[in-house]
């Protein structure tokens, strides 16, 4: 049987531009089912204002912005002092899911995050977003050597 997927090449992954705004708003409303204007126009500012390397990505495919993601680069995090990249969010439009765009996305990514000398790209998912971990688990992430930690403030009052 001839596999159908279509290959990563069918895929086109650039730069994320300001106008692919209400492309990215419209796809991680058709994930999540809401709306998160404020929060993409915050995270885009501060796409837009880093300098230097790609970090930020739009994959098109049939014409329109199939998927994207938002990553960041730190210089040294939680007491880690070597550069590191997180992921943020990565979106992929139902309509698009199981044709390897966001394998076009992170495959960018990597490109570009080794060819400045980042060797490590980090990212959260919530423990019960199987999909989620399966294809992070496909694309070789694996479980972080630490614990993450939340503090409900308002359950610690004294």
């Known amino acids: 049987m001839e596999d159908e997927t279509p290959a990563r090449d069918a895929v086109v992954v650039r730069g994320l531009r300001p106008e692919d705004q209400p492309a990215l708003i419209a796809i ?13 126009k915050l995270k885009l500012k501060q796409a837009f204002a880093d300098t230097g390397i790609a970090l930020s990505l739009a994959a098109e495919a049939e ?34 899911r199981g044709r390897r765009v966001g394998g076009a996305l992170l495959d960018q990514l990597r490109t570009n995050l080794l060819g400045v000398g ?5 990212t959260e998912v919530a423990w019960d977003s199987g999909e989620l971990i399966a294809f992070f688990r496909r694309e070789g992430f694996v479980p972080a050597p ?3 930690l939340d503090l409900d403030l308002e359950k610690t009052r004294t």
């Open 28 to 40: 991680d409303a058709a994930i999540l089912g809401s709306r998160r204007e404020e929060f993409f």
């Open 63 to 96: 014409g329109r912005v199939a998927g994207f993601l938002l990553a960041r680069l730190y210089y040294g995090e939680f007491g880690v002092a070597e550069r590191v990249a997180v992921m943020d969010v990565l979106g992929v439009h139902p309509d698009f």
């Open 118 to 122: 980042v060797r490590t790209l980090q």
């Open 146 to 148: 630490r614990l993450c």
